[in-house]
């Protein structure tokens, strides 16, 4: 099978320092990477080097990042702009965030999808419906016509997902997409990424506290401790049988999980954070 995404011996600086060193992974289609590890790691850092957003000071200093033959930290912008969103999806902690508080959510999907060509926005506007709908909103065409603070922030988030998916990337990356949320809504949001995966084959790199999340999400995981692998390989064996010691610590921090049948909703409500 392909590699949708592979990165090989990255590394990143931020001002000359050091942050992410000599990471490797790669997902395939519909694959779930789920990474972890504490705050300043590096997760956010790995998300954004793939799309350019390192900011003045960050740098990918060694390795590479490849997407379809492409070497990421390498291309021009115009190329990033059009792989950006249109392939490569994103979706933040708060992604209220990313919508404009004074133009509705219609106004700013239609923006979004004429910054990549489609510009017929009645075709949007009832393509838009159709992916809430899918995506489980009983009202779309309220929400097409809501301002962002007319929305809850859980509500804000699933919105996001779905207007992420309108492009449908090959790869979403997820930065702690349901950390701000209570337990009820991140079931509601895991669900859509999961879904997003089902209908589209989409692969999701997902950063998160949230060890329940990955329980309930991930294919493979990668375990990070300031910049550095400490582990990569199927979620289920690291949860069961984690090899180094900073995961065993990482992994014995969180609540016991009930044994039970009731699946990933119980997983996620057992250890939210
Ligand atoms: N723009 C920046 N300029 C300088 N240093 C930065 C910048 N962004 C991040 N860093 C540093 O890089 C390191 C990794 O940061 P990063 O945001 O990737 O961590 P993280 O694992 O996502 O943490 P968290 O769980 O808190 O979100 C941290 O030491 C952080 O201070
Ligand atoms: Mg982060």
Same mark, same amino acid.
């Given at each position: 099978m392909t590699d949708i995404i592979r990165y090989e011996h990255v590394d990143i600086s931020y001002n000359g320092q050091l %942050? %992410? &060193?000599d990471i490797s992974f790669t997902l395939q289609a519909g694959e779930i990477l789920g990474i972890v590890g504490e705050s300043g790691s590096g997760k956010s850092t790995l998300l954004k080097a793939a799309l350019g957003m390192?900011? !003045? +000071?960050? /740098? %990918?200093? !060694?390795g590479d990042i490849y997407y379809r033959g492409l070497d990421l930290p390498d291309i021009n912008e115009r190329e990033r702009q059009k792989i950006s969103g249109a392939e490569i999806g994103m979706i933040f902690q708060?992604?209220? &965030? *990313?919508?404009? #508080?004074? !133009?509705t959510v219609g106004t700013q999907i239609k923006e979004m999808m004429a910054a990549h060509g489609y510009d017929n926005a009645r075709l949007v506007e009832q393509e838009t419906c159709e992916m809430f709908t899918k995506f489980g909103f009983t009202e779309p065409k309220r929400i097409w016509q809501s301002? #962002?603070?007319? /929305? $809850?922030g859980g509500m804000q988030q699933r919105v996001g997902v779905a207007a992420a998916m309108l492009l449908k990337p090959k790869i979403l990356l997820a930065d702690? #997409?349901? *950390? =701000? /949320? +209570?337990v009820t809504v991140q079931k509601q949001v895991i669900e859509e990424m999961l879904l997003a995966r089902e209908l589209f084959g989409t692969a999701i790199i997902l950063v998160t506290h949230n060890i329940g999340v990955i329980r309930a999400m991930a294919d493979t995981m990668l375990v990070l401790h300031q910049g550095k692998m400490q582990e990569y390989g199927p979620a289920k064996d690291i949860l069961a049988n984690p090899q180094s010691a900073y995961t065993q610590k990482l992994l014995a921090a969180v609540p016991k999980l009930r !044994? $039970?049948? =009731?699946g990933y909703g119980q997983a996620v409500a057992s250890c939210a954070s």
């Open positions: %942050v %992410v &060193n390192l900011g !003045r +000071d960050g /740098l %990918v200093t !060694r708060q992604a209220g &965030n *990313s919508f404009c #508080p004074i !133009r301002y #962002p603070f007319e /929305l $809850s702690e #997409p349901t *950390s =701000a /949320l +209570d !044994r $039970s049948a =009731a």
